[in-house]
């Protein structure tokens, strides 16, 4: 089993920052891949980056690429998600998603086992 909090939700301007955290615990196989995806009202749940437990390799969907950066500290069981030059269209439930190491790349939610409740981003323009 694996538990993920997130949290560093709020609301900005559109142009601003903010810094999400996930704390994981549990199996450390199990959560050796993790995820950022975000879901807005009345859309689909859509992958924005990972990331494997090693390594440091990650990957992002294309429209966030070169505003957001996702990094993890194993030592003390956290992903973050840096947001900059944020948009109004960034405005949605932002969760973590954990799994064990795929061969490939995943960014589809029903790729992923655990998942946390979600933390709300709101950007006004």
């Known amino acids: 089993q694996v538990q993920l909090v997130e949290s560093g939700g709020g609301s900005v301007q559109a142009g601003g920052s903010l810094s999400l955290s996930c704390a994981v615990s549990?199996?450390?196989?199990?959560?050796?891949?993790i995820a950022w995806f975000r879901q807005a009202p009345e859309k689909e749940r859509e992958g924005v980056a990972a990331?494997?437990?090693?390594?440091?390799?990650?990957v992002y969907a294309d429209s966030v690429k070169g505003r957001f950066t996702i990094s993890r500290d194993n030592a003390n069981n956290k992903v973050y998600l840096q947001m900059n030059s944020l948009r109004p269209e960034d405005t949605a439930m932002y969760y973590c998603?954990?799994?064990?190491?795929?061969?490939?790349?995943?960014?589809?939610?029903?790729?992923?086992?655990?998942w946390g409740q979600g933390t709300q981003v709101t950007v006004s323009s």
């Open positions: 549990g199996d450390t196989y199990s959560r050796h891949y």
């Open positions: 990331i494997y437990r090693y390594g440091g390799s990650t």
């Open positions: 998603a954990a799994r064990t190491p795929p061969a490939r790349w995943l960014l589809s939610p029903g790729d992923f086992t655990y």
